[in-house]
């Protein structure tokens, strides 16, 4: 509370810094959403690694040190699913096929 009523202050004894936290007001990220049925283990950018739930991302997206936990939720602007796989004569994906 303290630091929102000097932020409140400021802006409304300082034009400059009133202009400084309205542009900054404009920076908010997008909030999370929970239980988005996004995962990036069913996005054809996430690459696995040796561990069976880890890999890491083909578009650079952020990623804790030891990569992405392919069953995590989370919302993404860059998934793309993953083709599903068969089990009649269709041809498998080509990264199923390793
Ligand atoms: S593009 Fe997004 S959903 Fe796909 S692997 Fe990267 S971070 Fe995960």
Redesign the pocket.
Known sequence: MAIIAEVVDKCRDDLEARRYFLKRSEEVPEPVTANHP???G??????RIDHPHL?????????AIAG?WDTDR?Y?????PRPQQTNNDQPRPARAET
């Open positions: 996004m995962t990036c069913n996005c054809i950018h996430f690459e890999g890491h991302c083909a578009k650079g997206e952020p990623e992405l989370r993404c602007e860059r998934f793309l």
